[in-house]
Nanobody
Framework: QVLLMESGGGLVQPGGSLRLLCAASGRTFSSYPMGWFRQAPGKEREFVAAIIWTTGNTDYGDSVKGRFTISRNGARTPIYLQMNSLKPEDTAVYYC?????????????????WGQGTQVTVSS
């Protein structure tokens, strides 16, 4: 059984920062990508960022490049999403995901495991 659990969401003013955390249990993801997606009401699920633990390779969605940073601290530990310079359009439910193929992908259908999501609201 694979379990992913997100935390760290909340309400923040425009220009502010938040850090999301995704804790994984049930298997080793050292060679496989883990990523973040987000979904706003009435919109499709959007790729935010992904990382491969062993190599540290990362990729980002165009709308968050330069503002968000995905990272990990060693194997078998949570991944983080540091979000800076937040904008109202960043408001969404943020989901952690993992896939069982060792390549980063941006299509949510390519990911096999999902967390329950954490709400991020950017508003003054």
């Amino acid at each position: 059984q694979v379990l992913l659990m997100e935390s760290g969401g909340g309400l923040v003013q425009p220009g502010g920062s938040l850090r999301l955390l995704c804790a994984a249990s049930g298997r080793t993801f050292s060679s496989y990508p883990m990523g973040w997606f987000r979904q706003a009401p009435g919109k499709e699920r959007e790729f935010v960022a992904a990382i491969i633990w062993t190599t540290g390779n990362t990729d980002y969605g165009d709308s968050v490049k330069g503002r968000f940073t995905i990272s990990r601290n060693g194997a078998r530990t949570p991944i983080y999403l540091q979000m800076n310079s937040l904008k109202p359009e960043d408001t969404a439910v943020y989901y952690c995901a993992a896939r069982s193929v060792p390549l980063i992908a941006k299509n949510p259908h390519d990911y096999d495991y999902w967390g329950q999501g954490t709400q991020v609201t950017v508003s003054s």
